[in-house]
């Protein structure tokens, strides 16, 4: 269960940062649909490293091979398998983390509980693993058509995009490359990036995503509400410390005379703290939802720490890393998203007869 | 799978608020322990209603039946089936929610979705169903007896402990009504709860949960980190908005250098921002999160809303219902988190031969 | 997943067989269908001890109590909890099993396995707990309705229907207190296990099961074939040794050309050797199955065996026991084919949108 | 869930009989065993289409490729994915099966569920994805090391060994390129399959597979008993008709006092009618179990059927077909037989602490 997500449509994901290659199979997908390749490849892209110049250097094309599952541009309803080839794998650079562990990273406790592990660049714990999930995530979002799913960067450090910020163009999230619409606090995140680079040091910062035109009734009582879902498809993202959604953290200080939702004849409701989501079940208004991402864990510094025989020792920051992970974990939470929805929508149809 | 909950240790539930009966049955348990009933039933009176007077004064005992995988005493590995009785329903009081949506209640999303419901006290989407998490978390406690699990108040509306509190005696916790083991803030807690009701308004809140004396190496990656699905378990209690793990959003607002976690050479670490997980493994150091809730949606007011039949009507606050929900959730997020810490052990237990 | 069976539609049970109830909770039966518990309660009739002078004399009314799920005789979505409470056990007849293992009986494996058992009237592993399948089977039916799944005996010991015996009028299966529809046979059969009774002996049997009126197209390749899932379900019902499907362990006697099924223009087939199940899928054609339940392993002699502390004994036969299972196994096997489809039948609504 | 088998020890597949490659991840393989690759390679070997003469002519070298979760030879605990690259795949034999059934295959099925089918070699119901089991089970095997796992073949259309034959020497098996551990009986096999084919006709047979060594206590009450599972997994397997245990149909003409297995002090059984699975579970003692196959569908003769229109239409036998799957189908029956007790022996490591 562990390396598979989903229910009915669902993905079971294999491949380590440096081994010769990653994939992933995906079950479930319901038969018949066109799938645009070209589609898949530009998700792929806005992941990519080496997309710009404030994330790592590393240079993959991530170009996806479909081994089975689609046939004369459909899908055929059997399981779609596909394997992205590692190419530019430098494992030489992480020969100095055989014996050591860097702080914050998975290291430490792969060793404690596997009491084996593949150190190359982080092995299986790398987010290296989330490319495919933006594979299974684009064919999600063709099936879907209809529902839009679009994410974008609230906050990079201190740096934030004003509270009540309104989307109303999700084509401006792609004219960034820290993928902020409002260009004036875009600019300065950027700035912000290459500032903490120069310093050899991190950031963090939130992710915000709205669906739109969603159907009513997906999410499935009582502990697989559509939300529960949702939040446990983002902490599976490497580097997500919190989930929240509709009124989130901030609901806890109103009242419940303010933060109900008064339905209007027309079927929607008059606001919309509860986030799209009542009960577990969407109820057709726009679900939205914050994904917060802590800093990266490597850093250009040397840094105290522990190696395998329990002495202290110090590491080095090396290898190409990207200074903050929330311009390429956009297309990561989108498909995260797309695969939980059209798995509840899929859940859904067998509700009722 | 929509009402179990856990992969070996797994409970499944069933009941609504206004039946003859709630239960569930408990698969996966080992065998061989010693059953503490009277341990379960503290647990229960933690979260029953009626049990201060900042709560719902529905009067239920909740005495739970085991029927079945106890035998003199000890746990069989069978399963564990059990049943508490509704006894103090007052289904009357529901009779003018048949046709009609309460704002921010599942009464409309269960319609859509279904096309019936059983509107008595909200039915199944009542937070009655919880009672059965608190018997399956009382059981998995006392399997996992030397690990800790504290959960307690942190804010009620605008009233919070201070950022850096410590929880020194966990003792403090059940001598606040409110469940915040600081007797000056409690005390706050409790007026601003008297107050809301007083108005016929409610509150939320947030509650903070702290699991200590951890083993390593707990946690399944890639789609099961241990935080994953602590944040699905807390997502899943009724009216939760938000969670939390360690930095949590905070976090995302440090840089990587300060946010790191020095490894010392006790294998302890130095600060704490990861929340005792790493790479969804635990680390040995102290699990800790935050769960946020929305004020209750029942309040004692007139609302607009429509009926089943798309008019507009007025709705009255009507029945016996908690002006905030949070002392009573405290019960529920620590059988939760234990449910998951069980069920996670077993898991590991078959990682290695 | 041990005490669970089916994915969509699901049935969870407990309960031992001198506890003080056993029951069950069904997952995911679909909303908005009439239950009628008239039928519920006839096919409880059809497996409950007493009900002829062949079969046990425990007496249990086997009365279906349901907790949830039904509202106004409607089925909501929710799970539905149901018990049946124990009401005739005679524990001190098993006294002296309490460190004694009977003879190809579960005694000796449950006490490897958990170090503890509940020796009471065989506990979790005595065929009690089937009721609770009945129960599910008995409105998996229900919603099934135009699909017909009738179960029958074709052989009890040496005495056996005529192979190519045609089952005309399902009717006259609960003609015969054996459940064999033809009125010769059946005689034959009720004699062999009175002599078989008389002489303290038991007899075993196989059952042959038709589901007619089949929908094309059920059936979950490659791991979830119709036939795998039908075959699992059968194969878990107590004493049960083997199950074929079609032309089964004759089937592999023929000729290639001679076992093919020629497809006719109305997309029947001329013959039905593949049992209404090709590549794992359901082809419209009448699914047929055979299922061979050994002879009763308690026994009214004297057996040596061993005890717990590993020394040689005699075990008495002792108690009320069935001389032959295959009369109350019926209803079971038609339950369990029920369940298996209604699963199937939910699963395949999500293969194409 | 349709495409993966296993619960903790799980294998996902993919693939189609003419697409790219087959392949499959092996999730929940405990970390830190050394890897043989030559015996993967060798159970390969022992099902690849063209080992001799009396099998299909395909030239498939089925070289595994693994892609992860082995560093340094060692399983690491993170999912094996891996690939098998078709490459004698010649697709225009197929064209005249574009739009017409062939009799007894899955053809028609495969359109009626998805509404298209990929007609190449079966596609995807074909028996070229069994491959990927082998390599699973070969890895099971390996890990299982102890527990001895043996099938051979005793029947092949009316040719049968002597029904009380005894497996000595397991390695007579693989000297017999039928897979009958008899030699006489082989050869007459052998005459029986090559008639067959020169007829244009094909074969069935029965497979026998024993179980030694086993470790008392796998299998998990009440639906997932360790016969149902292995049951379930035979039937999985392409062309299996039926599955028996122990005593199996002929058990039922057996008394109850014949039938029992009277435990002797050392724990063994006097007779073994059991099958070594008492209650679900293993009792120590070897299980054996028989898998019935059909004759292949696929004749190399003109046979009705109906085409996708509706209209009848005559198809012809072509392609490289086997005349008869049963000695290819040895290694299969093996593979899914380790799966099924490794991943039983792993869920059985939670059953207490």
Do not use: W
């Not at 004369?72 to 494992?91: A, M, R, Y």
């Not at 902020?180 to 680079?197: H, L, Q, T, Y």
Request: one cysteine or more; hydrophobic letters at 35%; proline letters at 3%.
């Amino acid at each position: 269960m562990n390396n598979s997500f989903g229910n009915i449509f669902r993905l079971t994901t294999f491949g380590e940062s440096h081994g010769k290659a990653i994939g992933g199979i995906i079950d479930g997908c319901p038969a018949g649909h066109k799938i645009n390749l070209e589609l898949i490849s530009n998700e792929m892209q806005r992941r990519k490293p080496g997309q710009s110049k404030i994330v790592t250097q590393r240079k993959e094309d991530d170009a996806v091979e479909f081994l089975s599952g689609i046939f004369e541009g459909l899908t055929t309803g059997t399981p779609i398998g596909f394997i992205i080839k590692n190419k530019d794998q430098k494992s030489k650079d992480y020969d100095h983390l055989k014996d050591s562990y860097r702080p914050s990273h998975a290291d430490f406790v792969y060793e404690k509980k596997y009491r084996i592990r593949d150190y190359r660049g982080g092995g299986r714990s790398s987010a290296r693993e989330t490319a495919c999930r933006v594979v299974a995530g684009a064919i999600a979002k063709q099936i879907l058509k209809n529902i839009g799913i679009h994410a974008f960067t609230t906050s990079i450090g201190n740096i934030s995009l004003d509270e009540n910020y309104n989307l109303n163009n999700p084509k401006n999230i792609e004219k960034s490359i820290v993928r902020c619409p409002d260009n004036i606090v875009s600019e300065k995140m950027i700035e912000e990036i290459k500032k903490a680079r120069k310093n050899g040091d991190t950031l963090g910062g939130i992710i915000k995503c709205i669906i739109s035109n969603m159907p009513i009734g997906l999410g499935e009582p009582i502990f697989n509400k559509l939300h529960s879902e949702l939040g446990r498809a983002m902490l599976s993202i490497n580097a997500v410390k919190g989930f929240e959604y509709g009124s989130g953290f901030k609901g806890t200080k109103m009242k419940g005379s303010e933060h109900n939702d008064i339905i209007k004849k027309d079927e929607t409701t008059k606001t919309n703290y509860s986030g799209g989501i009542q009960g577990g079940i969407s109820n057709g208004m726009d679900i939205f939802f914050n994904v917060a991402f802590k800093p990266v864990a490597t850093v250009m510094k040397d840094q105290k720490t522990i190696n395998s025989d329990g002495n202290e020792s110090i590491i080095k920051g090396k290898g190409r890393h990207d200074p903050c992970v929330v311009p390429r974990a956009i297309p990561i939470v989108e498909a995260m998203a797309a695969m939980v929805i059209l798995d509840y929508f899929l859940i859904n149809k067998t509700k009722t007869l």
